[in-house]
């Protein structure tokens, strides 16, 4: 295909329109702005042409004739007519028809003031009905999971929540039934539409036939002001914040290419439900008497004002440091902080107190070499069609929703070839082209032989439990798409077995990476999958032992930092399981929390405890008073989500802006000030009035964010990516042993479910009754040989600890392997694990 | 009354071993459903659900879009009595509430015995023969009470030679297993087994 012949040539109302070929009239027109009135077509799904409202004067050559514009592709020399008396005579009798069973209740229906049929209505329609039949009846709005009510009355018939369920999320638990004028959408019976994407139909629905039970009449749409922010999660989803009367009440999904594409999770969709729970945090509490006197290890925490409790959290800090060295205090947490938080408390721990004791991430991420000096990845580019993705990371589907729905699009549309290398399926397992699944522990020896295709193949062959044919044909696969960019995800995948497999296996993808590049390919890039809103940007800032804001290492970057610091810290200090062992053994007198619940979250609960136990004095910056908070001595209360400002950095190192609509509760405050207020009482000045100005140092101090300034990243739609980073990955130098399971035992894999005792999600009326309850989960096969029988409660024995907990089937955990959720409401798997291991077995007996 | 029996599943399995596609056996497998309980349980549609790879909101979809799988109960046999143009013309009204009277229940009911079912339907293709009927989908011509008087006898007594409801042939049709279709590769990634079992066919028609 010649140069010329890649854009078609169409008019439009007059105007001559470029367009791609194959694109469809109405996308073009809009491009050119020309708003052909639509319900059904939606750009990021199939056309299907259901309500033909969008048809318009099309002539090919033979004349005018009415076309639905959602289905004709644009070809050269088309004439197009919006405007026509034909067009405007057959759209009005379109919405004549659409209006005819359409239930006039527009003031007590939710989407009143934003309803796209409504709008249309009023600019196309008749305006008077000549139906005076009866309209069609359903029951009223009927639930078809916890958080979607649908009123079958007020539906068109669109297929955008039908076509969403199928092709979008994947779960087509909603489907067209019946037909003639009784087809309605319905679930099966007693089958809800159990999907943990089901908002994003709500979103959709271009009438108010599915509405959202945490939004149902709580506002008038005239009545919202707005902002567009990102929403924390590592996919750094863009939102826009709805808001009334200083209350937030909904989060509507925006359409950002590089991003969320306008979907949203349920989890996050109405996680605002948490953050204007009456239970956040409104004032600073300290150790007290009741009538607020401060009490040092008294039992009760009181309210206080903010001068006193600063004030007791600066003379601790300043003993601490005067008694056994600025090693004494360390940070724990950050990662859901906006990057200018993160900053602010780095620069306070690091240059102001001098300690390196400092880690946003809770000993379940991966080390900040492998996070910030491997080849990084953009989502767009594993996307990429004909493209190769390795997921070595928990179930995208449970933790990182977004990236889910986007690899689903890639895998299923464009051709995108999935190797799945995890212990266990998940939500794109039938998706996979090749599904690798190891023994837990044992990522690295499948990952070598997946690159360096030495694999002995054969019928009873295995390499880490994967059948050596099954590998052979992955490395064929990945061997064989080598021209194109192979992008792996990596994460923990199980929170039973250490990190160090999984940083072996990226070595090994390291090795095929260089020689790729070498050869002028696109090569081998990550994307990094943590847990935690902000968690890269909490690296990039410095929360982590050993870098500096800016990613580079405290070694690289002490003399250019010292200038506009002081001074740093002279050594690398410990991470988290560190800090906590350090702290249980009396070496941290002052522990700061900002934003963890380490007894609820750490992945060794003991330790958690006696660490807490073994602290001085623990300050904690949080919204809510979780455990980990209620044992501190001095409680900040810090503001959330919508009522800060800054930015935030997602997996691919995406910085865009968060944006504050309401005011915190009581008299929280941004982690920024509270960090500055600290650093005062310490004798230093940080020097910020604002966010803003925080960032402007930032930019000034941090090497890869050099003048990347607020103004840039607001000019482009989606942000910008920051990709220079100055730190190198490690190769670990031997490889992390891996011992045998022996033939009663069952290796342990825990993973995070989207719905779990976390904070936010307990606090959210709507979803807190979404987390299930704990079970084991064995292959079919392994029933027999442990001699269980499936729904009975078996007790579960690692060499630490044990539990009663209920036995389910489940094809998708491989033999010999047993799966239980890492952080589900009832049970805590945490006491099975044996966190001191690389991988925990554990024996399992009725 | 739920999923379907070994027997029937059997059948299912092969059913779907015939298409390149496992869910192009969805209506085949509603109509075995609806031949083994007389209608489409929700176990059933359930069951074919996890046979044919979908989910059972989607099975409900195509089964409710068709009248003639229904989803209730109904009786041994359907008496389906015309009431188009012609039909009604030559006396259909007449007839239905001479059936009405009969059997003590309206279109749409069943009858106490959980024999008959009575439905009025729109032109059944007929119209030579007016006013008709069909029981179980088999034409009754020019029915007059007397002879719907003498139907209702044959059906009560079983001895209209007309199978019960749901049941589609008397016998069975199978294939052999060489002329099943295969699994179809994934779109656009080489061609189904049976093209190559035909060569002349070159997969274009001609």
Known sequence: MSENETVVTITVNGQPVEAQPGEWVIAAAERAGVYIPHFCYHPRMNSVGMCRMCIVDIDTGRGPALQPSCMVAVSEGMVV????DQTRKAQDGVLEFLLLNHPLDCPVCDKGGECPLQDQTMAYGPGESRFVEEKRHFEKPIPVNDLVYLDRERCILCDRCTRFAD??????????????DQTQVNTFPDLPFSSYFSGNTVQICPVGALTAVPYRFKARPWDLTEVESTYPNPMGDRVVVQASRDQVLRYQGVDSDAVNWGWLTDKDRFSFESTASDLRLGSPLIRGTPLGRPDPGGSELVETTWRQA?????DAIRAAVEDKGPQSVAVLGGARLTNEDQYAWARLAKGV????????????GLPTDAVLGLPRATINRACTPGGTVVLMAPDPKEEQGTLYLRLRHAVVNDGVQLIELTPRATGLSHLAAHRLHHRPGEAAAVAAALVGGDIDAGPDREVGGVAADALAAAAAALADRADQPITVILGRPSLAEAAGPTVEAAAELMKLAKLLTAGGRPGIAFLPALHRGNVLGALDMGLAPGVLPGRVTLADGAAALAESWGSVPASPGADARGILKAAAGGNIDVLILLGVDPLGDFPDRKLAESAIKGVGTVIASDLFLHPSAAQADIVFPAAGFGERRGTHTNMEGRITRERQIVTSPGTARADWAIASELARLLEAD???GSPEEVWEEIVRVAQSHRDLSLEAIDTETDGVVVADSSIAFH???????VPHVDAYSLRLVSSRRMYDRGTLVQHAPSLAGLAAGAVLALNPYDFDRVGVDMGTEVQAISHVGEMFVPVVSDAGVPRG????GYNCPDLDVRALIDNDAVVTDERIQT | MARLNPNNLAIAQEGIARYPVPRSALIPLLHLAQEQDGYVTEDAMAHIAELVGVTPAEVMGTCSFYEMLKREPVGDYMVNICNGISCHLLGASALIHHAEDTLGVKPGGTTDDGKITLEAVECIAACTEAPCLQVNYRYRNQVTTEDFDQLVADLRADTAGVAPHGQLAKVRQHVSEDRWAGVSPPNGQGEPAWMARNPSDNGDGS
């Not at chain 1, 007519?81 to 026509?84: A, F, K, P, Q």
């Not at chain 1, 600063?310 to 600066?314: E, K, N, P, W």
């Not at chain 1, 001098?354 to 880690?359: A, K």
């Open chain 1, 731 to 737: 190769s670990p130098e031997d490889a992390t042993p």
């Open chain 1, 310 to 314: 600063l004030a007791l959290a600066a």
């Open chain 1, 81 to 84: 007519d919006t405007t026509s």
């Open chain 1, 353 to 364: 107190i001098g300690t390196d004791n400092v880690d946003a991430q809770l000993d379940d």
């Open chain 1, 817 to 820: 392997t047993a799966a239980f």
């Open chain 1, 167 to 180: 092709e979008v999320a994947g779960d087509p638990l909603i489907t067209f039934q019946d037909r003639g």
């Open chain 1, 686 to 688: 940080l020097g910020f």
